[in-house]
Structures are given as C-alpha cells and as structure tokens.
C-alpha cells in the first residue's frame, strides 16, 4: 500500500505535496513526516504539506504543514504555495484564485503565471502581523512589541526583534554574515525565551528596497529559503525604518517579493516549481 506524492520546491524550500485521503488510518502525520523528509533514507524535504478538500464557504481547502522533526507549523509561505501549485499541476484546482485554511488562518493565493508545466507564480494575501510578546510568543513581562531585546547565546548577546506572521519569527539585524550564523540560529530556535521555539532570521539591509537573508528555520535547521522568514524579515525592517513597505527578500535560493500594504494585509510572491512525484511505500 503506497502513498502518491508529488516533490515542490520553491527557491530550493522543498515540500512534498500529499493527499491527505491517500493516507491510511495506519500513519500518523509527525511519524510519516520524519520518515519520507528524510534526504538519505526518504524522498528528502524541508517538511511535508498534507490537502485535504473542504466544502464549506470559508475555504475550498485545508493545508497541514509538518516539520521534518515531525512538530506541526502553524504557516509556511513556501508550503502552502507548493501545496496550491501542485493541485494547478494535477489539474484539481483550475480556478485563479483558492482560499487555503491553516493552522494561522485563511490565505488567499491567485496563479499570476504558469510557465510551461513545472513552474507556478503566486500572489498570496497571508493575513497580518502581530507585533505583541504574548501573540509570538515571547518570554516575559506583557509588552506591545519585541525590538532590539538582548539574550545571551553560547556566552555572546545577541540582539533580536521579533514578529509572528503565521509563525514565530525572530530577527538578528548583522552588517555581514560573517558571523557562525548557523550555531547561533540553532541555539536560539530552542532558547527559553521563545516557549513555542523560532524561526531565526539574520538580516542584512541592502538599500530601502532589499535585504538579503540567512535563514535556520524551526523544526528545519538551515534552508535556502522561507516564505514567513522572508516575509517576517520583511517586515521587522520596514517597523524599523530599515526600508520601505515594499521589499525584495534576496536568500540563497532566490528572491521573494514582500509588500506590508497599508491595510496591514501581506502579501507575499513567489514561485513553486515541480521537481519529482513519486509513491512512499509506508
């Protein structure tokens, strides 16, 4: 009894795309998530985004996202876009728009492009941060917002800012990368003061339009891109006065298209193209 399943990635932030009918009673969704993500003995993946049709009126259908290290994320930009392109892919969903349930809310994704059969471009309305200590969550007394707040990590302090934008997003603002970024995004995401863990952000401002980011996302470890890291980024340096509202997100995988609208919705684009589909044999 096989499992089908299809591999996306976007900007190299690999997700396999499952059906969640195609899942027997007999797995559960952390252990089959540990097994299949698995880059020597699975199909390999940055975590698994698991469909499943809705028919109610607030959403056509729901999206699970689940860590490599089997925990459950609350959002993933990158995830759930794969999810949707793969449903354009299988030729399920051939509407422009689809309104996408997840563990932070309802998302809205529009196809702005298809080129060829592989690759798919989304423009996503992903909902609206929150700035307060209690909503990221961040140990300590009540607070409006995390900003420069100091915590010591392997005996140095690191100073981080911190918003949730579907997931728990903490910044580290650095004028280079030269910095052992991936030791310190590793000790922080499990740190005492994020009680739900982090994603870790290290951003360098480029201009009032850009940044350029390293990413050690939660229940991940290093990835070459994210869509609520870069999206978190994004806006941590617009409330600081580091750029405009409107940012280009430069990771090692690619550039990703944030915009803080106004209204305080945000809207994220970007790209999922197709790398392999195949059966996990269970």
Same mark, same amino acid.
């Given at each position: 009894m *096989?499992?089908?399943?299809?591999? =996306?990635?976007?900007?190299?932030n690999d997700y396999i795309v499952i059906e969640r009918s195609s899942i027997?009673?007999?797995?559960?969704?952390?252990? #089959?998530?540990?097994?299949?993500?698995?880059?020597?003995?699975?199909?390999?993946?940055?975590?698994?985004?698991? #469909?499943?049709r809705l028919d109610g009126e607030m959403a056509d259908y729901s999206c699970e996202i689940v860590n490599p290290d089997g925990s459950f994320a609350g959002f993933s930009g990158n995830g759930t876009r794969c999810a949707v392109a793969y449903l354009h892919?299988?030729?399920?969903?051939?509407h422009?728009?689809?309104? #996408?349930? *997840?563990? /932070?809310?309802?998302?809205?994704?529009r196809l702005i492009e298809q080129r060829g059969e592989h690759e798919f471009w989304f423009e996503a309305e992903i909902g609206r941060p929150t700035f307060a200590s209690s909503e990221i969550p961040v140990a300590g007394p009540p607070r409006p917002?995390?900003?420069n707040e100091s915590i010591n990590i392997n005996g140095q302090t690191v100073r981080f800012s911190a918003v949730n934008v579907g997931n728990p997003v903490a910044c580290v603002f650095v004028d /280079?990368?030269?910095l052992d970024w991936l030791a310190v995004g590793k000790a922080m995401e499990s740190h005492s003061v =994020?009680?739900?863990?982090?994603?870790?952000?290290?951003?360098?401002?480029?201009d009032r339009d850009s940044i350029e980011v390293r990413i050690w996302e939660r229940g991940a470890g290093e990835t070459s891109a994210s869509g609520t890291c870069?999206?978190?980024?994004?806006?941590? /340096?617009a409330f600081l006065l580091k750029t405009e509202r409107h940012v280009k997100v430069i990771s090692p995988g690619g550039e990703t298209d944030v915009v803080w609208r106004e209204d305080d919705e945000m809207i994220l684009t970007g790209r999922a193209d197709l790398a392999f589909c195949g059966e996990w044999p269970g």
């Open positions: *096989t499992i089908p399943f299809c591999k =996306f990635h976007g900007f190299g027997r009673g007999w797995v559960t969704l952390p252990h #089959l998530a540990i097994a299949i993500c698995e880059r020597n003995t699975g199909a390999g993946a940055d975590g698994i985004a698991v #469909l499943e892919y299988k030729q399920i969903w051939e422009e728009t689809l309104r #996408l349930k *997840t563990r /932070s809310g309802i998302k809205r994704y917002h995390v900003l /280079s990368f030269d =994020f009680p739900e863990r982090a994603n870790i952000v290290f951003v360098h401002p480029i870069a999206t978190g980024a994004a806006i941590l /340096s």
